[in-house]
């Protein structure tokens, strides 16, 4: 089992910046992969971005060249920096990771943390 707790969600206008966390704990030595998704109302879930054990990271179209993910092996974190926030940017963003153990393949999900961006 793989516990996330995301934090960093809030309030920030256009063109800001912020900076998502996301902390697993657990069976962290099964993860290969951790990332981001997002979802706002009425719109289907999308990937923002993900970066896998080796260090290959891979964005959604819309948040290219915008975010940088990243991970602290030190405090099994992974952190999602967005920058030049737009009104469209506002979303649930949801913690995923990847583990792999015994053969079987699992997918893990935070609560998310809510990303609002004023115009």
């Known amino acids: 089992q793989v516990h996330l707790v995301e934090s960093g969600g809030g309030l920030v206008q256009a063109g800001g910046s912020l900076q998502l966390s996301c902390t697993a704990s657990?069976?962290?030595?099964?993860?290969?992969?951790m990332g981001w998704y997002r979802q706002a109302p009425g719109k289907r879930r999308e990937l923002v971005a993900e970066?896998?054990?080796?260090?290959?990271?891979n964005y959604g179209d819309s948040v290219k060249g915008r975010s940088t993910i990243a991970f602290d092996n030190a405090k099994n974190t992974v952190y999602l920096q967005m920058d030049s926030l737009k009104p469209e940017d506002t979303a649930a963003y949801y913690c995923?990771?990847?583990?792999?153990?015994?053969?079987?393949?699992?997918?893990?999900w935070g609560k998310g943390t809510l990303v609002t961006v004023s115009s």
């Open positions: 657990g069976s962290i030595g099964d993860i290969y992969a």
């Open positions: 970066i896998g054990s080796g260090g290959d990271t």
């Open positions: 995923y990771a990847y583990a792999y153990s015994r053969g079987v393949g699992t997918q893990y």
